[in-house]
């Protein structure tokens, strides 16, 4: 066993046993920047976005439907004004601590992900590699020329062949100071699941246009890092996701199509170079801190293409077959009434503002579940139609036709199982450490788990990243779900885990309770500020 799994068990106790540096305290006024500066690097501002999905499946991304997925994922919505019980309220109206809402949910409202395009030829901007900006909704360019060589050559040979034939490259890198100047150990555990609520909205928002989004994780990580020009010990690089581009699809074999490079017609490959971005960031904190546990973290899982899992190794680290007893057939899953850009636009956290005297309806509920039991990452450790790797227990509070208690959830045959009989809130109260959620008025409280050691074992130290991905993905679906169908919800990490184990009766097993997700109906008429109309 290495690192990863001290870093998790880690994790799991910090509700007993606390993470180093013990007495943190975030120095404010001197935090990083909210997003990368690049000082004098030309920025282009993006088209008009396309945000709603043709009659015909799109053939490809062009630069307006880039600019849709990256507006309606990581750029700037709205600002965020509403009377709420988080412990940032007062900040709010200062224009220097604003709020911005995001299409994607992030630990902490800190946003500490990077989007670089390492574009080739064949697409709408000249060759080289642009930082995404989300405050302005441009790209930056930091590099001219043709660097995607380099780009196919980290991925390794075995990589899949969308991604090895691919023209056009996002890479999502984490500045970690960007996080753990606030959560300093604990920090590698929320970016990770960060990085795992970007690609889960670029997949949902892909998948209505007809598209794809398959992310790599597996990669000579420090080549990538070269590549950005950023020190691969103070940000690491998670994800690489090859775009298909309109008219470069791959065929239905996986072989060249016409616009690949090296497809008849189209520009031969590009090749490997030495090119690395001269253009750095900026940081705006006087004082960086270093924390060993993250930095050990951070090492044990750095990607090599060599060390990617064969396929079906993460078989034996499938959710466990649901527990529980009386299995409850739940009523079929409503249909949402908005598409994904309208959620993802509506989605926001109900800090404190549950009202339990409005049950959930039971349709609903199957609805969020359904949609968070079928999310995966869709990396190349994952088969297509292999078993998932998170399980679902839900504590209902007020549900329609339900009796309270702890349930597992069967996505098979779409039932509750009865795990724990009784009402949950006083448990789910005194397990919470924060006091921005009353998790008693909330309809229920959706636990996601993962079988933590067994990916570690099954795939190495790396799956510590896939973890954190898969868990953020879910809480991702289940902002997007619950905004669908109109209801309000929060995802929270402030929570004793052990408690939870011994509560839900898996100790023993290694099932990993590794978030909370609180869903219901808000308070009719909250008080807000329409800033679009100051």
Not at 440 to 462: N, S, Y
Request: aromatic share 8%; hydrophobic share 40%.
């Amino acid at each position: 066993m290495g690192y990863a799994h001290d870093y998790a068990t880690a994790i799991m106790h910090r509700g007993r046993v606390p993470m180093e540096p013990v007495d943190f305290v975030p120095d404010w006024a001197d935090r990083p920047r909210k997003a990368k500066f690049h000082p004098g690097a030309e920025t282009l501002p993006l088209p008009e976005p396309v945000h709603e999905p043709s009659a015909e499946p799109a053939d490809g991304f062009d630069l307006s439907l880039l600019s849709g997925m990256l507006q309606d994922s990581y750029g700037l919505t709205g600002r965020r004004l509403g009377i709420q019980a988080n412990t940032d309220l007062a900040a709010l109206p200062h224009y220097t601590q604003a709020n911005w809402s995001r299409g994607t949910a992030s630990g902490g409202g800190l946003y500490p992900v990077a989007v670089h395009w390492a574009a080739g030829p064949g697409g709408p901007l000249t060759p080289g590699v642009y930082h995404y900006a989300p405050h302005r909704h441009g790209m930056r360019r930091l590099l001219t020329g043709d660097v995607t060589g380099d780009v196919r050559e980290a991925l390794g040979p075995d990589a899949p062949a969308q991604a090895s034939g691919a023209g056009q490259y996002l890479v999502l890198s984490v500045k970690y100071w960007q996080n753990s100047f606030k959560y300093n150990s604990f920090s590698f555990h929320a970016v990770s699941m960060d990085v795992g609520t970007v690609l889960q909205t670029w997949r949902l928002w892909a998948r209505e246009h007809g598209l794809r989004i398959a992310p790599v994780l597996w990669f000579d990580e420090e080549r990538i890092a070269r590549l950005l020009g950023v020190d691969h010990r103070e940000e690491g690089v998670f994800a690489v996701v090859p775009l298909e581009w309109a008219g470069g699809r791959t065929t239905a074999d996986g072989g060249p199509a016409v616009g690949r490079p090296g497809s008849p017609g189209s520009p031969a490959p590009a090749p490997a170079t030495t090119a690395a971005v001269r253009h750095r960031d900026l940081e705006r904190s006087r004082r960086v801190l270093a924390f060993e546990t993250l930095h050990r973290i951070h090492e044990t899982t750095l990607g090599r293409a060599a060390e990617r899992p064969a396929p079906g190794a993460l078989d034996r680290a499938a959710a466990l077959p649901p527990r529980g007893t009386d299995p409850l057939p739940l009523p079929a899953p409503a249909t949402a009434p908005i598409g994904v850009h309208a959620a993802l636009r509506a989605r926001r956290s109900s800090f404190g503002r549950f009202d339990a005297s409005r049950a959930l309806a039971p349709e609903r509920l199957a609805a969020v579940l359904a949609d968070c039991a079928a999310t995966a990452v869709g990396s190349e450790a994952e088969r297509p139609e292999g078993p998932g790797l998170t399980s679902l227990y839900v504590f209902v509070n007020h549900v329609e036709g339900l009796a309270p208690g702890a349930y597992a959830y069967d996505p098979a045959d779409r039932t509750l199982r009865l795990v724990v009989p009784g009402p949950p809130g006083p448990f789910l109260q005194r397990s919470y450490f924060l006091s921005n959620y009353n998790l008693e008025q909330a309809g229920a409280v959706i636990v996601p788990t993962v079988r933590t050691t067994a990916v570690l074992d099954a795939v190495g130290e790396r799956g510590y990243r896939l973890v954190g991905a898969a868990v953020g993905a879910v809480a991702q679906t289940f902002y997007t779900s619950a905004a669908a169908h109109g209801l309000g919800a929060g995802v929270a990490l402030g929570f004793d885990t052990v408690s939870h184990i011994e509560e839900l009766g898996l100790t023993g097993t290694d099932e990993a309770p590794l978030l909370i997700m609180l869903l219901g109906h808000e308070r009719p008429r909250p008080a807000d500020f329409r800033h679009e109309i100051a």
